[in-house]
């Protein structure tokens, strides 16, 4: 029975959705401000976030930074923010996907649950793929450059491992959302692209300045071989 | 040059030189007077009798005169004036026109051209200095454009930030209509549950969205005040009886002068002013808290101040003044059924009546909200509408 824990300041959302979501097999605790859910997150032992992006006091995306400066856990926003720009800035702060509101609650389980998937992903377990001095580890949801560890989310370990294993070809955005994200690519969907430019940035960072992963303009993206 | 200025160009052009060929000719025919005059004076006239019969050869009749050294040289002048007088005419009418219908024309054409780029949507185009050096009618009317462009610019500013709050503000009661629809398919047991909690639901989106739009047309000026002599005792009485028979448990404590307290306002908006407040302090207040309301009508300076004290928590420090601002709600209020348009109201009403509304955390704990509210006030639906974000 997967735990989450949900952060929203509309409490009695938060309750209804707690009561949804505990008919669908899951543990809910909640808290109603991002203080307090970030240190359930830091203290608890959840299997995933669902966090709302406006509250009073401090807000979402400032609890995401909080979180993951100490947490790889699974963090699903939840934005009524009727603008890309909110939801890009979500993914931008490591959130493994979001979900607008209102949503359909069927559609939030199924966005959960595809999380979850990942994070148990049936990779046979084995020899790690070693792409050039990228090395990915499925078995223990790592990535290293050489042997510097990269750290990243759920969602930036599945797509650089779905490149890795298909490295030297093209994978298109249709494939990476429905096998990393588990759902289809919709139009005007930039999670793919924003979830890629952050895997960028991060093997930048550790590798001087090296770009690994390329971008095949409106078809997809592909793990160049050395 | 626009057609603007060749048309005062060449009315100021015919003007100055027809004004100028009159003038000149007009001294110079004064001129020729003044010489025959003197000819007639001087020269013809005989000093003695006998001197003019011994040398006639140096007298000349007038009619001589008239013939030789009066008459114009018609080959080198327009009607009697010399032709280096004409060009000059010419030459400096043309100056005088140019300079006065450049003048004229050219603020026009700057501010026809700003207002192109206004009506473009540019609304952060400004007229001065560049017209409004000169201190005359066009430089005011280059200040009232630019004032005019501001106050659009930020009352579209200040709409587009309410049209995001309102998309967001709609946004969690239809999440809460959906996740009720959820519940249903998920267990139909639950349908009288849902069907109740989508109805509440359904009344809060149409209470909201019948506020907002009652502030909307207030605050654009569409809703002028109805004013009449309004009884504030009278009216408190009412919204205090109204909430008891709403809230039973509710425990309000009124204090009013002995005298009757009268303002002028339109009575149903004053009403939602203060019945918003009294009932947030019902809300936010303790289980067993006070209400405080007291009345109180300064004679000295014609001042009503209402004050509303509730033992609940207060707001944060920082929160102040923004909790007056639609859609903001203290962080302690998150738990409590709102959606923060009440006390924006308040503010946006009071003000409205030349009054102003201030809250004050108390100490060691309590809130507290002080409406001040002229007796004598001027008109004040002439005042012009401030933003309220």
Known sequence: MSKLLL???????????????????????????????????????????????????????????????????????????????????????????????????????????????????????????????????????????????????????????????????????EDLSVKALGRPLVKYDRSIDVHLSSIRQKISEVSGGVNVIQTIYRVGYQLVRE | MGRLFWKLFVAFFLALISTDLIVSNLVEWEFHQSQIFRHDTSSLACPSPALCQSNPSQFKSPATLEKTDVQPKASKRVFSMPLSVVLFSLLSSSVFAGVLAWSISHPI?????????????????????????????????????????????????????????????????????????????????????????????????????????????????????????????????????????????????????ETAVVVEGQLELLQRAIDNVIRNAVKYGPENGVVAIELQHSARTGEVILEVQDQGQGVEQQELDQIFRPFVRGRRASQVDGHGIGLAMTKHIVEAHGGFVKATNLSPHGFMIRIHLPTQHDATSDQEPKNWL
């Not at chain 1, 979501?21 to 203080?35: I, N, P, R, S, Y």
């Not at chain 2, 209509?177 to 849902?194: A, C, D, R, T």
């Not at chain 2, 408190?236 to 028979?245: K, R």
């Open chain 1, 7 to 173: 952060i929203d300041d509309d409490v009695e959302l938060a309750n209804m959705l707690k009561e949804f979501l505990t008919q669908e097999g899951f543990t809910v605790t909640t808290a109603h401000d991002g203080l307090t859910g970030e240190q359930y997150v830091l203290a608890g032992k959840f299997d995933l976030v669902i966090l709302d992006v406006m509250m009073p006091g401090q807000d979402g995306l400032q609890t995401l930074r909080n979180v993951r400066q100490h947490s790889d856990i699974p963090v699903l926003m939840l934005t009524a923010k009727d603008d890309n720009e909110g939801r890009i800035e979500g993914l931008e702060g490591g959130a493994d996907d979001y979900v607008q509101k209102p949503c359909l609650p069927r559609e939030l389980v199924a966005r959960i649950r595809a999380i979850l998937r990942r994070q148990t992903s049936d990779t046979p377990k084995g020899n790690d793929i070693v792409v050039g001095q990228l090395v990915v580890s499925s078995e223990r949801r790592k990535v290293f450059w050489v042997d510097k560890p990269i750290v990243f989310t759920s969602t930036e370990f599945s797509l650089i491992e779905i490149l890795a294993k298909h490295a030297g070809t093209i994978v298109s955005k």
């Open chain 2, 109 to 257: 054409k700057l501010l026809l051209q700003h207002l192109k780029s206004a009506a473009e949507g540019d609304l952060l185009v400004r007229v001065s200095p560049k017209i409004t050096a000169s201190h005359d009618e066009f430089s005011e009317l280059g200040e009232a454009f630019d004032l005019m462009a501001l106050r659009l610019n930020n009352m579209i500013k200040s709409q587009s930030k309410m049209l995001h709050h309102v998309s967001h503000e709609l946004r969690s009661p239809l999440a809460r209509i959906q996740l009720s629809v959820g519940l249903v398919m998920q267990n139909p047991k639950k349908m009288q549950s849902s069907l109740q909690r989508v109805e509440l639901e359904a009344i809060r989106m149409e209470r909201m969205i019948s506020e907002l739009l009652e502030v909307f047309r207030f605050e654009s000026g569409m809703q002028k005040l109805q004013k009449i002599e309004v009884d504030l005792k009278a009216l408190l009485t009412g919204i205090v009886g109204d909430v008891l028979f709403e809230k039973q448990d509710a425990k309000l404590r009124l204090e009013m002068p």
